[in-house]
Antibody, heavy 116, light 112 residues
Framework: EVQLVETGGGLVQPGKSLKLTCATS????????MHWVRQSPEKRLEWIAR??????????DYVESVKGRFTISRDDSKSSVYLQMNSLKEEDTATYYC???????WGQGVMVTVSS | DIVMTQGALPNPVPSGESASITCQSS???????????LNWYLQRPGQSPQLLIY???TRASGVSDRFSGSGSGTDFTLKISSVEAEDVGVYYC?????????FGSGTKLEIK
């Protein structure tokens, strides 16, 4: 059974940093492209980042609103994908999901609240 | 960026009736390989989104055949035949032709 479990969310002040982890199991992680998607309190879904596999040089892509602030990375030995979020803004408040490419599997999500 | 625009449903929909949800993209999602890069998801209350349809018209594993997807390069429809209580939630379309991947704003389905 495919499982994706996000951790690391919480309440953080504007300008601070947070790192999310998505631990996976049940599929061949090393060849999978992985994504982070967030859902605002208004329930809008926004794709934010993707990382390819080793054969594609772990290439990354980001939505414009997080470029330069967020970094997606992965550790194939731990079947995990990460999202490092720096310089957080109140508009980054959302539930963050990791997903497999194609959208077939999603984690349960983790809440991030940016507020002073 | 490709903008995805979803239509609303005349809620609530009587149980057993059919419902059609529309989605329009600002750019054709039909690739030269003949595939249309559109997904449909259902997010039930309190749950993560669940993939229903990919490549515009292919049902994901385990999805009821009451769900069907159709469309052209820019106009798409998700049809739910004989709606049931378990179909309640918000439906989203998503394009995966190019980055950034983008979603529609969602269409809520309520059952009477």
């Amino acid at each position: 059974e495919v499982q994706l479990v996000e951790t690391g969310g919480g309440l953080v002040q504007p300008g601070k940093s947070l790192k999310l982890t998505c631990a996976t199991s049940g599929f061949t992680f090393s060849t999978a492209w992985m994504h982070w998607v967030r859902q605002s309190p208004e329930k809008r879904l926004e794709w934010i980042a993707r990382i390819k596999d080793k054969s594609n040089n772990y290439a990354t892509d980001y939505v414009e609103s997080v470029k330069g602030r967020f970094t997606i990375s992965r550790d194939d030995s731990k079947s995990s994908v990460y999202l490092q979020m720096n310089s957080l803004k109140e508009e980054d408040t959302a539930t963050y999901y990791c997903t497999t490419s194609g959208g077939g599997h999603w984690g349960q999500g983790v809440m991030v609240t940016v507020s002073s | 960026d490709i903008v995805m625009t979803q239509g609303a449903l005349p809620n609530p929909v009587p149980s057993g009736e059919s419902a059609s949800i529309t989605c329009q993209s600002s750019k054709s999602l039909l690739h030269s390989n003949g595939k249309t890069y559109l997904n449909w998801y259902l997010q039930r209350p309190g749950q993560s989104p669940q993939l229903l349809i990919y490549w515009m018209s292919t049902r994901a594993s385990g999805v009821s055949d009451r769900f069907s997807g159709s469309g052209s390069g820019t106009d798409f429809t998700l049809k739910i035949s004989s709606v049931e209580a378990e179909d309640v939630g918000v439906y989203y379309c998503q394009q995966f032709l190019e980055y950034p991947l983008t979603f529609g704003s969602g269409t809520k389905l309520e059952i009477k």
